[in-house]
């Protein structure tokens, strides 16, 4: 290919997809044509850029090399299957697929390899599951992690522009001493507050669905099904930026030390861990930045194989857009892009 692609993205108009085209340009992916899909709502709307939305149909989709989605796991479910028929790659940020046995789910410093047998839809992973991958794996490969124990804080930007805007109107009527409307993103008010219920609980559940898919995500791209995990998710009024306490206890010995090493040289990963200088990662800083940050490494004084570690990520960067962007380049240097085509389309 050398004139460049043709890119859908679908869900251009939301908080993912408008960092996923401005991270096309500004990373100088080889695009030949960008076609913004989102709602009927917005269909005709123009973007900044020019590029005017357009709505999903059967004749819209053709043509395609790459769609990127985020347009939430029903669009997916319904419409990255008719992309991939009609011949591109899909990149899903949403949950529909993740856990399919021929989808595969992709870091793209961790397991990029995972690519090469793709059937035409890849899967970003939960931005909660994608940070703390990115830290844990170079652990993983030097010693081996037998348990982890997660609690997570996650920013309001991760349940999609509404809940921004909610955090936004509940904080300011609260700051002038006014009744705020009932909560409707969420169970109850988050500003000044922290819900133990990030994401939603299935009848007959005791954990929520983001709860399962960062342990069930974490086993798929570790490749090992028998890392014990525990989490906790937990929604924070903070606006951007994901942040998580993790205990991991490693089959091996590993030295909070060593610990710093691997991950000061893990690609993708900063280490900020001066506590005494108080230094370590935060939310605020985070935000608008590509790497996932790694401080408060230490002993776990209770195990003598463990260690703590706090691990924080701009949830909408890496989290999602940014990491989609990188599955892109990725299909695009293992010439993985157009080598697809489903039957139907062949
Ligand atoms: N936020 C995060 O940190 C994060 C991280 C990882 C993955 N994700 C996933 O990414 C997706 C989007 O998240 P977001 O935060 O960007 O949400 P958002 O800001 O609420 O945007 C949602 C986007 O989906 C579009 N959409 C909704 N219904 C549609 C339909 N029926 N057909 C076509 N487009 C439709 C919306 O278009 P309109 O503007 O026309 O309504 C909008 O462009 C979700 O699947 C989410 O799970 C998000």
Not at 112 to 125: F, K, M, R, T
Not at 229 to 244: D, F, Y
Request: hydrophobic content about 40%; charged content about 25%; proline content about 5%.
């Amino acid at each position: 290919m050398n004139d460049g692609y043709r890119i859908a993205v679908v869900g251009a108009t939301g908080q993912v997809g408008t960092l996923m085209l401005a991270l096309l340009r500004e990373r100088s992916f080889p695009a030949r044509e960008i076609v913004p899909f989102a709602s009927a709502r917005s269909a005709g709307r123009e973007l900044d850029g020019g590029l005017i939305v357009r709505p999903l149909s059967e004749e819209a989709i053709q043509g395609f090399d790459l769609a990127l989605f985020s347009a939430g796991g029903s669009t997916s479910g319904e419409w990255a299957p008719k992309f991939a028929d009609a011949g591109a790659v899909v990149i899903d940020n949403s949950s529909r697929w993740r856990m399919s046995d021929d989808v595969p789910l992709v870091v793209s410093e961790v397991n990029p390899e995972a690519l090469d047998g793709h059937q035409g839809i890849v899967s970003n992973p939960n931005c909660s599951t994608m940070q703390m991958v990115l830290a844990l794996a170079p652990l993983h490969r030097e010693a081996g992690i037998e348990r982890l124990v997660i609690s997570t804080y996650q920013a309001v930007s991760g349940t999609g522009r509404r809940a921004v805007d909610e955090l936004l109107d509940q904080s300011h009527a609260l700051l002038h001493e006014r009744e705020i409307s009932p909560p409707e993103a969420y169970a109850h008010q988050i500003a000044f507050n922290a819900l133990p219920h990030a994401g939603s609980f299935a009848a007959g559940e005791d954990h929520t669905d983001e709860e399962r898919k960062l342990m069930d995500e974490t086993r798929k791209i570790l490749d090992d099904p028998s890392i014990r995990i525990s989490a906790t998710c937990v929604r924070v009024p903070v606006l951007n930026g994901h942040s998580e306490a993790v205990n991991v206890q490693t089959r091996r010995e590993l030295s909070p030390e060593r610990a710093r090493e691997l991950l000061a040289a893990a690609p993708g990963v900063t280490v900020l861990d001066d506590p005494h200088t108080a230094l370590y990662p935060l939310a605020i800083d985070a935000a608008g930045k590509d790497d996932v940050f790694v401080g408060r490494i230490r002993r776990d004084p209770g195990h003598e194989r463990a260690l703590d570690l706090w691990i924080v990520a701009d949830n909408l960067r890496k989290g999602a857009a940014l990491n989609a962007v990188q599955l892109a380049e990725a299909l695009h240097e293992r010439g993985l892009v157009q080598a697809w085509r489903a039957p139907s389309a062949a």
